[in-house]
């Protein structure tokens, strides 16, 4: 149900949503003559808001507390397992066409090929069901699997876990599956800006000795805070992305699965 509820509600608060259907919204009730300044008001409100979301620099003050809250490791020695997070798949389009297609957070998968590299003696665990409402006809596990061959990563070091929908599902189904023992070392792959919520989670549901390794960033560090944007779909799109993080770590906190509404190092 939690996960329904999140995909659907969000849907309706997804800031570049809720600015267009107030811009309708405004539209539409100023076309009648008792509400008309109102819906002028809303309109232009709306009309603001999609200005300011997709050309200012607010995308970025969103998103870069998130991707600097924690930094990669010094170093990567003795690891037990490398633990990849889902959303680099887009099983959609995979399961269409049937060959692996990567969204625009494909690097939390393409960097497995360096950590295999990397740390030889580690298990490869890649944890991703379908996380879209209406089923598609392929998981994300089956995409990663794909590029995990063509990556000459063995299969013998592979896991993978086929069944999670959200950042919560990953880290209990993958525990349940792993079981990970007192004293081992895990390295936890996501995106930057989803960070802070996947550590909190992970915390939450039991794992320990699990290191950060941000992928996936999206903006070069402080010198971004002034950056605006030269399309509005492409600030819109960083806006909303953030937004869902903050949202995300608020009712993670807020449902008892995360450790702190802004978990850190």
Do not use: C
């Not at 997070?85 to 959609?92: E, F, H, K, P, W």
């Not at 590029?147 to 993978?160: C, K, N, Q």
């Not at 039991?206 to 950060?212: D, I, L, N, R, S």
């Amino acid at each position: 149900m939690f996960f329904y509820v999140a995909k659907i509600g969000y849907f309706f608060i997804q800031p570049s949503n809720f600015l267009i259907a107030l811009v309708l919204a405004g539209l539409i009730v100023s076309a009648g003559t008792r509400w008309r300044k109102t819906g002028y008001l809303f309109a232009w409100a709306g009309i603001l808001g999609l200005l300011a979301g997709g050309f200012s620099p607010a995308a970025n003050w969103l998103i870069l507390p998130l991707e600097e809250r924690f930094p990669k490791p010094a170093e990567l020695t003795d690891y037990d397992g490398i633990i990849v997070l889902g959303g680099a798949v887009d099983t959609i389009v995979t399961g269409g066409r049937g060959d692996t297609a990567l969204t625009t957070s494909g690097e939390r998968i393409t960097i497995a090929a360096r950590l295999a590299s990397q740390l030889p003696a580690a298990r490869i665990i890649h944890t991703g069901g379908q996380g879209v409402i209406v089923a598609s006809q392929a998981t994300e596990a089956e995409g990663a699997a794909r590029l995990f061959e063509d990556f000459g990563i063995s299969a013998d070091r592979v896991v993978l876990e086929d069944a999670a929908r959200n950042t919560w599902e990953n880290a209990v189904l993958t525990r349940e599956l792993v079981d990970p023992r007192p004293g081992q070392r895990w390295l936890l792959v996501t995106s930057a800006f989803h960070m802070p919520r996947s550590m909190g989670v992970f915390e939450k549901a039991g794992w320990t000795g699990v290191t950060a390794y941000p992928v996936d960033y999206r903006t070069r560090g402080k010198e971004d805070l002034m950056l605006g944007f030269s399309g509005a779909s492409k600030g819109l799109r960083r806006f909303d992305i953030a937004f869902r993080e903050w949202i995300g770590l608020a009712v993670y906190w807020i449902s008892g699965r995360s450790t702190a509404i802004f978990p850190g190092p």
